[in-house]
């Protein structure tokens, strides 16, 4: 198996600014909305982990190794993509645009606002995240505001009880997070819309009910 410098394409004693310029090339090569596979895109992204978070190149091949082995032997269960709203903004990225997700690939976000998580069967989106260890909003947890909404920008996202999503809002692919059972082995989703203009309304006070984004 290849290791996580020769994924990149970087020497294994290359510095942080290399391996980062690295890591966004290889992310653009890659995506599967420019010609490449999941499966290569998320070894880039494995990689990438691997090295960032190693003590020492020969830590990071052993967590890399590791990391792939788990991923192969992983339970049954949807692999989501997920993007923070509030990070669009600030580097000018519109959530219609076709390249959000390889824009965000390639941008150097931290894991709170960019990444990927496994939801388990019969888990919400919403549950599978907070068992990774995010803190997304929501409030009611019943269908009745929209502090949890997300944008399915792929995939399938079941929504058992919905009070409060228009129309339009749903054939938009907005959806719940807190009821909502994914649906499909993939998914790219942005999340944390509370704060889109057409959903200011829809909010509820989220102090009483989350520990999330606190005065939601
Ligand atoms: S938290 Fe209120 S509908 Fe999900």
């Known amino acids: 198996m290849d290791s996580p410098f020769a994924v990149l394409g970087v020497d294994a004693d290359a510095d942080q600014t ?5 890591y966004r090339q290889r992310a653009k090569e ?23 978070s190693g003590d020492t190149p020969d830590r990071a091949t052993t967590d890399f190794v590791e990391n792939i082995s788990r991923t192969e032997q992983r339970e049954p269960g949807t692999h989501v993509t997920y993007l923070n709203y509030e990070v669009l903004d600030d580097h000018g990225w519109s959530i219609d645009d076709d390249d959000l997700f390889t824009k965000a690939a390639a941008a150097g976000l931290n894991e709170t606002d960019y990444g990927r998580l496994t939801v388990d069967p019969n888990e919400t989106l919403l549950e599978g995240a907070e068992r990774s260890g995010h803190a997304w909003p929501y409030a009611c947890r019943g269908g009745a505001c929209a502090n949890c909404a997300v944008a ?8 058992l009880v919905d009070h409060i999503l228009s129309d339009d809002l749903t054939a938009e692919g907005i959806r719940l997070s807190c009821n909502g059972t994914p649906q499909s082995d993939e998914m790219r989703v942005v999340f944390n819309l ?12 989220g102090d009483r009910f989350s520990n999330a984004y606190a005065g939601d």
């Open 152 to 159: 399915v920008c792929e995939g399938e996202l079941s929504q």
């Open 18 to 22: 290399a391996i980062r310029r690295a």
């Open 30 to 52: 890659t995506h599967p909305d420019r010609g490449g596979s999941d499966d290569e895109f998320k070894a880039v992204q494995a990689a990438y982990d691997a090295i960032i």
């Open 194 to 205: 509370k704060n889109r203009p057409d959903l200011a309304d829809l909010k509820l006070p």
